[in-house]
C-alpha cells in the first residue's frame, strides 16, 4: 500500500490531495468485504442525516451500488422517481450524460439532488428492457410521511410504512390506536405494508417490532468483538392485543424492513405475503 502510495504522489501526472488518496483506498477496502459494508465519509452522514429527518430536495429514490452501477433499492411513494416508472432493482447506467459505472454513491446522490422544478435525465437498465431507456424526472422538495393508515373494512385496519424515520415508531403507534378507536369493538385485524420501503433507522424497525411481539428476540447481531454483539428484545406489551397481522413484502423491502418482517415471522406473530425481498 505504501509504495503504491508513494508512486502515486510521486509519478501521478498532476498532485492528488492525501484525503482523497485515502479515502479512495478505504473505499475499495471495503467494498471487497461484502456489497454492504462502506466508508461514511462526513458528507454521506449528513445526507443520511437529511434523509431521516424525512425532508429534502430531489428525486425520491432509495440508492445503492451494483456491480460498479447505480442500483434502485426503492422508489418512495409518491415522489417524483415514483411517478415516473422507476422501480425497485433498476440500474441507474447514466445521470444527464455522466456514465456512472465506479460512480461514487454521494457523487451520484449529490447530482441527483438539486432545486425543486429542475429536470434531470436517468438512463435505466431493467429485466424486460430490450435496450437502456431514458427517464426525465422534475426535482422536488421530498417529504416523507413515514407512516399512513386507514381501515379496508370494518374491524381490518391498514399501516403502511414507507421509510424508517426516527419517530416512525411513536406514529405506527399512533396510527394503530386511531384505526382502533375507528372500529367499534377493536380491531380484529392489521395489514402491514412494507412494500418498497428500502429501511432506514434501526431503532425505529426495533419499535415497530416491539408494538406488536411480546416477547423474544427483535435483531441480534454477533461479531468478533464483545461490542458487536447485541440483542435487542422485545416488552411484553402488544398494540394490537393478539388480533392477527399479515406483513406485505416485494423486492423493494430491504434493511429494517426486513427485520419488522422476520421478526414478527420469528415470533409467530405474523404471516409475512409478497415476494423475495
Same mark, same amino acid.
Given at each position: 500500500?505504501?509504495?503504491?502510495? /508513494?508512486?502515486?504522489? /510521486?509519478?501521478?501526472?498532476?498532485?492528488?490531495?492525501?484525503?482523497?488518496?485515502?479515502?479512495?483506498?478505504?473505499?475499495?477496502?471495503?467494498?471487497?468485504?461484502?456489497?454492504?459494508?462502506?466508508?461514511?465519509?462526513?458528507?454521506?452522514?449528513? #445526507?443520511?442525516?437529511? #434523509?431521516?429527518?424525512?425532508?429534502?430536495?430531489?428525486?425520491?429514490?432509495?440508492?445503492?451500488?451494483?456491480?460498479?452501477?447505480?442500483?434502485?433499492?426503492?422508489?418512495?411513494?409518491?415522489?417524483?422517481?415514483?411517478?415516473?416508472?422507476?422501480?425497485?432493482?433498476?440500474?441507474?447506467?447514466?445521470?444527464?450524460?455522466?456514465?456512472?459505472?465506479?460512480?461514487?454513491?454521494?457523487?451520484?446522490?449529490?447530482?441527483?439532488?438539486? #432545486?425543486?422544478?429542475?429536470?434531470?435525465?436517468?438512463?435505466?437498465?431493467?429485466?424486460?428492457?430490450?435496450?437502456?431507456?431514458?427517464?426525465?424526472?422534475?426535482?422536488?422538495?421530498?417529504?416523507?410521511?413515514?407512516?399512513?393508515?386507514?381501515?379496508?373494512?370494518?374491524?381490518?385496519?391498514?399501516?403502511?410504512?414507507?421509510?424508517?424515520?426516527?419517530?416512525?415508531?411513536?406514529?405506527?403507534?399512533? +396510527?394503530? +390506536?386511531?384505526? %382502533?378507536?375507528?372500529?367499534?369493538?377493536?380491531? #380484529?385485524?392489521?395489514?402491514?405494508?412494507?412494500?418498497?420501503?428500502?429501511?432506514?433507522?434501526? %431503532?425505529?424497525?426495533?419499535?415497530?417490532?416491539?408494538?406488536?411481539?411480546?416477547?423474544?428476540?427483535?435483531?441480534?447481531?454477533?461479531?468478533?468483538?464483545? %461490542?458487536?454483539?447485541?440483542?435487542?428484545?422485545?416488552?411484553?406489551?402488544?398494540?394490537?392485543?393478539?388480533?392477527?397481522?399479515?406483513?406485505?413484502?416485494?423486492?423493494? /423491502?430491504?434493511?429494517? /424492513?426486513?427485520?419488522?418482517?422476520?421478526?414478527?415471522?420469528?415470533?409467530?406473530?405474523?404471516?409475512?405475503?409478497?415476494?423475495?425481498?
Amino acid at each position: 500500500f505504501s509504495e503504491v502510495y /508513494s508512486q502515486v504522489k /510521486s509519478n501521478y501526472v498532476e498532485d492528488v490531495p492525501d484525503k482523497k488518496l485515502i479515502e479512495g483506498a478505504i473505499n475499495g477496502m471495503l467494498r471487497t468485504l461484502d456489497p454492504h459494508s462502506s466508508y461514511l465519509s462526513k458528507d454521506m452522514l449528513k #445526507e443520511m442525516q437529511v #434523509e431521516t429527518e424525512g425532508k429534502f430536495g430531489g428525486l425520491g429514490i432509495e440508492v445503492t451500488t451494483e456491480n460498479g452501477f447505480i442500483k434502485v433499492v426503492s422508489p418512495i411513494e409518491g415522489t417524483p422517481a415514483d411517478k415516473a416508472g422507476l422501480e425497485a432493482g433498476d440500474l441507474i447506467v447514466r445521470i444527464d450524460d455522466a456514465p456512472t459505472k465506479d460512480m461514487n454513491l454521494m457523487d451520484a446522490v449529490k447530482q441527483m439532488r438539486g #432545486e425543486p422544478g429542475t429536470d434531470i435525465q436517468l438512463t435505466v437498465v431493467r429485466e424486460g428492457f430490450d435496450k437502456p431507456r431514458k427517464f426525465t424526472i422534475t426535482r422536488d422538495i421530498i417529504r416523507i410521511e413515514s407512516v399512513k393508515s386507514r381501515m379496508l373494512e370494518p374491524g381490518l385496519g391498514y399501516v403502511r410504512i414507507t421509510q424508517f424515520q426516527q419517530d416512525t415508531g411513536n406514529k405506527t403507534r399512533e +396510527a394503530v +390506536a386511531d384505526l %382502533s378507536d375507528q372500529a367499534e369493538d377493536g380491531l #380484529e385485524g392489521l395489514v402491514l405494508d412494507l412494500r418498497n420501503n428500502p429501511g432506514g433507522v434501526l %431503532s425505529a424497525a426495533v419499535e415497530v417490532a416491539d408494538a406488536f411481539v411480546t416477547k423474544g428476540k427483535v435483531v441480534y447481531t454477533e461479531g468478533r468483538q464483545k %461490542s458487536s454483539r447485541m440483542t435487542l428484545r422485545s416488552n411484553p406489551d402488544d398494540v394490537l392485543n393478539g388480533a392477527p397481522i399479515v406483513v406485505l413484502v416485494n423486492g423493494g /423491502s430491504a434493511s429494517a /424492513s426486513e427485520i419488522v418482517a422476520g421478526a414478527l415471522q420469528d415470533q409467530d406473530r405474523g404471516i409475512v405475503v409478497g415476494t423475495s425481498s
